[in-house]
């Protein structure tokens, strides 16, 4: 059942369209082992995993999530599972702070994160936050509970700041830890379907990954669902692989019916070029393409 603690922030259509995919390819009639790997976690987690458990399916779900807030708030509602936690050291910090942006992509100096957070750790303040309150941020972990038939996995990696461009030192780490399940089933020959639900993140960076790897292992199919697929940064890594679409939202409300996307604000007299890359272009141009899906596995 649908409550207020589940309603994914994107539209009903999407909701409808990725859970009629999840459904489909963990059917027992599927020849494949079946992983579901989200990017960027909430109540779209609790709800697909509702619909997986309420449905009687085996699957392998993991969540990984950058936000702190965001891990720690929907924890409980994944009950029954094990914690492990890592906590950064000195040597981690010392390393974040010396390394070079991971970005693969180019992004315009204006845009750039990386420097701006190295910086802020440098203060005398950045260091005292992470002495005394490394339990806070600097930590990485991995939660891990069964539901129903749902193997579930729940993972937290610090990037260091809203990672949209792919900066980040820990980009890999965020990026390939989530899929170390997958992997390992794939060297051991199984027949594997995933479906990667990229909702936060370096996106672009998820997308690229996940072209590599179905040219890499003949036994893997996919089905990658980028959301806010509008921006004008991904628009390079969706054109380098064939056979992608964008998928329409047929109205613009959420799954209780309250209003999805709202106009954006009047934009500046000299638009920054982050604007052109990341922002919401009208409700209608952003309807549109709110959503990209990629499938190499027969419909």
Same mark, same amino acid.
């Given at each position: 059942?649908?409550?207020?603690?589940?309603?994914?922030?994107?539209?009903?259509?999407?909701?409808?369209?990725?859970?009629?995919?999840?459904?489909?390819?963990?059917?027992?009639?599927?020849?494949?082992?079946?992983?579901?790997?989200?990017?960027?976690?909430?109540?779209?987690?609790?709800?697909?995993?509702?619909?997986?458990?309420?449905?009687?399916?085996?699957?392998?779900?993991?969540?990984?999530?950058?936000?702190?807030?965001?891990?720690?708030?929907?924890?409980?509602?994944?009950?029954?599972?094990?914690?492990?936690?890592?906590?950064?050291?000195?040597?981690?910090?010392?390393?974040?702070?010396?390394?070079?942006?991971?970005?693969?992509?180019?992004?315009?100096?204006?845009?750039?994160?990386?420097?701006?957070?190295?910086?802020?750790?440098?203060?005398?303040?950045?260091?005292?936050?992470?002495?005394?309150?490394?339990?806070?941020?600097?930590?990485?972990?991995?939660?891990?509970?069964?539901?129903?038939?749902?193997?579930?996995?729940?993972?937290?990696?610090?990037?260091?700041?809203?990672?949209?461009?792919?900066?980040?030192?820990?980009?890999?780490?965020?990026? #390939?830890?989530?899929?170390?399940?997958? +992997? !390992? $089933?794939?060297?051991? @020959? =199984?027949?594997?379907? /995933?479906?990667?639900?990229?909702?936060?993140?370096?996106?672009?960076?998820?997308?690229?990954?996940?072209?590599?790897?179905?040219?890499?292992?003949?036994?893997?199919?996919?089905?990658?669902?980028?959301?806010?697929?509008? #921006?004008?940064?991904?628009?390079?890594? +969706? !054109? $380098?692989?064939?056979? @992608? =679409?964008?998928?329409? /939202?047929?109205?613009?409300?959420?799954?209780?019916?309250?209003?999805?996307?709202?106009?954006?604000?009047?934009?500046?007299?000299?638009?920054?070029?982050?604007?052109?890359?990341?922002?919401?272009?009208?409700?209608?141009?952003?309807?549109?393409?709110?959503?990209?899906?990629?499938?190499?596995?027969?419909?």
């Amino acid at each position: 059942m649908t409550t207020h603690e589940s309603i994914p922030l994107m539209s009903a259509s999407a909701v409808r369209y990725i859970t009629v995919h999840l459904l489909t390819r963990t059917s027992p009639n599927s020849p494949r082992e079946h992983f579901i790997i989200e990017y960027g976690s909430g109540h779209s987690t609790k709800f697909f995993v509702d619909e997986l458990v309420t449905a009687n399916v085996a699957a392998h779900y993991v969540a990984v999530e950058r936000s702190p807030l965001w891990y720690a708030g929907m924890l409980p509602y994944f009950p029954g599972g094990v914690m492990a936690r890592n906590l950064w050291s000195v040597k981690d910090y010392i390393a974040f702070l010396k390394s070079e942006p991971q970005n693969v992509w180019e992004v315009p100096p204006e845009c750039r994160r990386l420097a701006r957070e190295q910086n802020k750790m440098k203060t005398i303040r950045g260091i005292a936050q992470f002495l005394f309150r490394k339990n806070d941020f600097w930590f990485d972990a991995k939660y891990s509970t069964k539901l129903g038939g749902v193997d579930f996995e729940y993972v937290y990696i610090y990037e260091g700041f809203k990672d949209q461009y792919g900066e980040s030192p820990n980009k890999n780490k965020y990026i #390939r830890l989530p899929l170390a399940g997958l +992997l !390992a $089933a794939l060297e051991q @020959g =199984r027949e594997c379907h /995933a479906s990667v639900i990229i909702d936060g993140g370096p996106r672009a960076d998820v997308v690229k990954e996940i072209f590599n790897l179905i040219d890499w292992y003949k036994n893997l199919t996919v089905d990658i669902f980028l959301l806010e697929a509008y #921006r004008g940064y991904y628009r390079p890594v +969706l !054109a $380098a692989h064939p056979g @992608g =679409r964008f998928v329409a /939202a047929d109205k613009n409300e959420m799954l209780d019916g309250t209003t999805y996307l709202r106009e954006p604000k009047t934009p500046p007299k000299t638009p920054s070029p982050c604007a052109d890359l990341l922002d919401q272009p009208s409700v209608a141009g952003a309807l549109r393409e709110e959503l990209w899906h990629f499938t190499n596995a027969r419909e």
